[in-house]
């Protein structure tokens, strides 16, 4: 199963040419290091991988390690095409979504913020059931806004995710809310260093739960042109009795 993503990986790569290209700390993408993302693709022809690690401590039941995986490519002007997987260790599940699923991604930038018309894009994702004891392939519609007003950025993140496999006492869809922002140190001289923070509502998978309410913060760091280094922490700070009351991501984004 782990060998036919990473030959997807490697395909996507391959496809690409080798030709490499920088990478901007002050784009954001899904989990690197934050739920936020913009509403921005990657350049056309761009290749980023995406390898993160993190740990989720839980109010009840064991903690948890988690390590993502994705590719990104910039297939055509505004549109961006992922691959990838998360390894979970036990319990090998969150969310829903099993150790070593895969995760094929896509997202469309509609236009160009302008003084009064915020920037807007449509992600469509979808999670193949190749992990460990799953079932049922779910499909996430999610709609992406950004608005700049001088070097502070806001960002607002609304989905729907279809979910197939599930138990009776499980939805068979939940609602995600991220609003928050981005703000690079140093600009307009010079600056390598973006924050970033979020608050974020989340449907519970189950029915009859509580939605969660949580928060996050973190940052993205330009370590070369090509490498861009991240880190976040946050908190669940209401919802169901088996929130988490702590979780922490580091990862890095390569382009190529």
């Known amino acids: 199963m782990f060998r036919r993503v990473f030959l997807l990986l490697a395909v996507l790569v391959w496809v690409s040419g080798g030709e490499a290209y920088a990478i901007d700390h002050k784009n954001l993408d899904e989990n690197r290091p934050l739920r936020l993302e913009d509403a921005y693709p990657i350049a056309t022809d761009e290749i980023a991988i995406e390898v993160g690690a993190g740990l989720t401590l839980q109010r009840h039941g064991e903690s948890r390690g988690i390590f993502p995986i994705e590719m990104l490519y910039g297939a055509l002007p505004n549109l961006q095409l992922g691959a990838g997987t998360t390894l979970l260790t036990d319990p ?5 979504i099993k150790s070593g699923d895969l995760k094929l991604s896509g997202l469309y930038n509609f236009n160009q913020e302008t003084l009064t018309l915020p920037a807007l894009g449509f992600k469509l994702t979808v ?3 190749t992990g460990v004891a799953s079932s049922g392939a779910d499909v996430e519609l999610k709609a992406l806004v950004t608005k700049s007003f001088d070097r ?3 960002h607002f ?3 729907y995710e279809f979910l197939n496999g599930t138990r009776a006492d499980e939805r068979d869809g939940r609602y995600h809310f991220v609003l928050g ?4 140190i140093g600009a307009p001289k010079y600056t ?3 924050l970033i ?3 974020f509502v989340e ?3 189950q029915r009859g739960k509580p939605d969660t309410f949580g928060a996050e913060i973190g940052f993205r760091h330009q370590l070369t042109p090509r490498v861009v280094l991240d880190a976040g922490i946050g908190t669940e700070l209401a919802g169901p009795g088996d929130r988490s009351p702590f979780f922490l991501t580091t990862g890095v984004s390569i382009g190529f």
């Open 92 to 96: 090998s599940e969150i969310d829903g």
């Open 192 to 194: 390598r260093t973006t």
């Open 181 to 184: 922002a981005s703000y690079p």
């Open 157 to 159: 993140n609304t989905a």
């Open 197 to 199: 923070g979020d608050l």
């Open 203 to 205: 449907q519970a998978p």
């Open 152 to 154: 502070l950025s806001f």
């Open 127 to 129: 999670n193949l059931p």
